[in-house]
């Protein structure tokens, strides 16, 4: 479903790489009477839909025509093979056959704190083991392998026949996924592979990717935030780039020995030039290129502008805390969490500027009633054509429950623990005058104990960020906000709540809930119980109105399947895709972005901020490094089809040689979540040239650079 949340926890992901500042959304674009529209912009192209190509689906004929290159199944075999998925998050790859791993930077800034010692801090130093014994176990830290894919949808069909209804039916698809993938997963007989059972062409097709999963993972080599994230923010989803984004670690087995690791990428020395075909093999998190024009008008209306309103509240809180309280917060990291959410504001802005642009909108509007013309050409289907103003009236009827979803949402992830405590208190209450089970209470108390304390003035900036939101959603006349606020600012209106409140330290939670709730008096209890009264029946709604858009999604996509077969790619959900491209530059600012960045730029770009932020460089880089070629290429664009998640993807030649490693899109690339173009839109990608050359000089990491290439 896309309710209630846009924001993924996936691309936090990971999406891609850096973070951005808050930027101010793009004004609504003029409605296409008023401007002069590029009509041949607005025709649909032949891959709107994307070129994120399935494993058992890859199209081969295309391939020929386009590269003069047929993969055989072995190519495809040792390209699956190669590739990885990275925790729930990213990307990555097998480098050497010792089981040695590649990704981004980026990435590691997830997991690299469950590795650091005391005093250590890889932000400002990077961290290199010299030797193997050196290499650190990053605890809760997976890599998946996808070993198959098959097709299981008339396993799946036949578990929902004579299901009805939409709820009914959302629950029962959900229920058999689980259930087969459960079975299957158990057929196996083996601990360490599992059954994932994904739906494509929105329910048309399931297949079950099986996965081999990797728990003993160490990190190798990540380089210091400045060279990781040369640029920062500024230059987050922008090119010309100069960052030397990846990290290293290796795969241990059940042994405790480097992993022997038959399928894996070799290095190219050569690297790639202009003009090469170039394949990434990776993760894409998600897409939405198969939803109806209605679909996507909601998501730029509601959900959109909701969650970057929501996202840029907190980060203003986050920034807040780091100012009152430096050390505080560099102790918790919450540099970290800002780098995510930022991320997520620049690239939401980008894909919400997309939707509000008349042409792309325009180009999506006309393959829309192309495809709808084609039905109504087949008499068997014709009838089928109204399930488009079908969605519509569903997504009108989303449209006018608004954004009044988000003016409560209680997740600890995006807000306050008080805030997140009172609202599982609300549902602990409910549950027992309802006559819950006593597992389900405590369940319910189990999940609020758990919910970690966070410092007083930061708990105080979200709870105020929080009220902002209930603001935001219901309105300034709304008489739960009149009463909330009382002509107090909202930081007054959350230091008021949270003094009077037992719900701000974990460990006041059990005795709490074992009492009567409901006439403790407890400030925040109270806020989230009328709250929660609020916004819970409009979420109700919104709920059933979205398992309404989903099925009738799931017809028209059948319908798809009909007119089109498997010649579209279904949209990404964060399984393995291959995508095909070519290295190219692109035109941009009156001028041309050449293909391929330098070390040269690199240093031209510090000298010229004066070493100041965020052009500087740790004390290792300030001068180049003996034996450094400063012309190496540093960063690479190709037309590659990429989205969140396939951060860590290896950029590869047809010999499955690695070239490149993706880390970020342009900004133009952005709209890439409802269409893919590739006039200006590009993939970004650390050169394998320049992590060569940055291993044997600054790192001076010989025998990883002897392990990739020999000496």
């Not at 996965?211 to 380089?223: K, Q």
């Not at 780098?339 to 939707?355: C, D, I, P, R, W």
Request: charged letters at 20%; one cysteine or more.
């Amino acid at each position: 479903m896309r309710f209630p949340f846009v924001l993924v926890a996936a691309v936090s992901a990971a999406g891609f790489a850096g973070c951005a500042r808050s930027v101010r959304v793009a004004a609504p674009a003029p409605a296409p009477s008023a401007v002069l529209l590029d009509s041949a912009a607005m025709r649909p192209g032949r891959f709107d839909a994307g070129k994120m190509w399935t494993f058992d689906n890859p199209p081969l004929d295309y391939f020929q025509e386009a590269y003069g290159f047929r993969p055989d199944s072995a190519w495809l075999a040792r390209a699956r093979l190669g590739a990885l998925r990275f925790a729930t998050y990213c990307s990555a790859s097998f480098v050497s056959p010792h089981g040695l791993v590649l990704t981004n930077h980026h990435c590691s800034r997830e997991n690299t704190g469950g590795v650091m010692r005391p005093g250590e801090n890889f932000d400002s130093t990077g961290f290199y083991a010299a030797t193997p014994a050196e290499e650190r176990r990053v605890p809760g830290l997976f890599v998946d392998q996808l070993l198959s894919v098959a097709d299981v949808t008339a396993r799946m069909d036949s578990a929902l026949r004579g299901v009805t209804g939409d709820e009914a039916l959302a629950r029962a698809r959900d229920q058999a996924i689980d259930a087969l993938g459960e079975r299957l997963t158990a057929a196996a007989r083996d601990s360490t592979v599992s059954v994932q059972v994904v739906s494509l062409y929105a329910g048309a097709q399931y297949s079950a990717y099986t996965y081999r999963r990797y728990g003993d993972v160490r990190l190798v080599l990540v380089p210091e935030l400045g060279m990781g994230y040369f640029g920062g923010d500024d230059d987050n989803f922008t090119y010309p780039r100069h960052d030397l984004d990846f990290s290293l670690y290796r795969v241990y087995d059940a042994s405790g020995k480097p992993l022997e690791a038959p399928s894996y990428f070799r290095w190219s020395r050569a690297g790639t030039s202009d003009g090469d075909a170039v394949f990434v093999v990776g993760n894409p998190g998600s897409t939405s290129r198969l939803e109806t024009v209605a679909q996507l008008e909601y998501t730029r209306d509601v959900p959109l502008p909701a969650t970057l309103d929501m996202l840029k509240s907190r980060i203003a809180a986050l920034e807040a805390f780091s100012r009152a309280a430096p050390a505080e917060a560099a102790a918790r990291r919450v540099a970290t969490d800002i780098f995510g959410y930022a991320n997520s504001v620049k690239a939401y802005e980008g894909q919400l500027a997309g939707l509000r642009d008349p042409v792309l909108l325009g180009r999506r509007r006309l393959g829309e009633a192309a495809f709808r013309a084609e039905i109504a050409r087949r008499p068997p289907i014709a009838a089928r054509a109204a399930l488009f103003d079908s969605i519509a009236a569903v997504e009108a009827g989303l449209t006018r429950i608004g954004g009044r979803i988000y003016a409560f949402l209680s997740s600890p992830t995006y807000g306050s623990s008080t805030l997140a405590r009172a609202s599982l208190a609300v549902q602990y209450a409910d549950a027992r005058v309802a006559g819950a089970p006593a597992e389900r209470l405590k369940a319910i108390a189990d999940r609020a104990a758990a919910i970690v304390n966070r410092p007083a003035a930061l708990e105080r900036l979200l709870v105020a960020a929080q009220f902002q939101d209930l603001r935001r959603g219901l309105g300034e006349r709304d008489t739960l906000v009149l009463a909330l606020f009382a002509g107090r600012t909202a930081e007054r209106a959350a230091a008021d709540l949270l003094s009077h409140t037992a719900l701000t330290d974990s460990a006041r939670v059990p005795p709490l809930f074992q009492g009567d709730l409901a006439t403790s008096g407890d400030a925040a209890f109270l806020f989230a119980r009328r709250a929660s009264r609020v916004v819970t029946p409009l979420r109700q709604e919104a709920a059933r109105l979205s398992a309404r858009a989903d099925n009738l999604a799931a017809r028209l996509a059948r319908v798809r399947f009909d007119v089109y077969g498997k010649t579209l790619p279904p949209d990404a959900t964060f399984t393995l895709r291959l995508a095909d491209g070519v290295v190219r530059g692109y035109p941009y600012n009156g001028t041309r972005a050449v293909p391929f960045t330098t070390f040269y730029g690199m240093y031209d770009r510090y000298a010229a901020a004066g070493g100041q932020a965020p052009w500087s460089l740790p004390p290792r880089w300030q001068r180049p490094p003996a034996g450094l070629d400063l012309a190496t290429p540093l960063d690479l664009v190709s037309t590659n089809d990429i989205i969140g998640g396939n951060s860590g993807s290896p950029l590869l030649n047809r010999n499955l040689e690695l070239v490149g490693l993706i880390f970020d899109g342009n900004i133009e690339s952005l709209p890439g979540d409802f269409i893919y173009t590739d006039d200006r839109a590009r993939a970004i990608s650390v050169d394998a040239r320049a992590i060569l050359a940055a291993l044997r000089t600054a790192y001076g990491a010989a025998r990883i650079v002897e392990e990739l290439v020999g000496r």
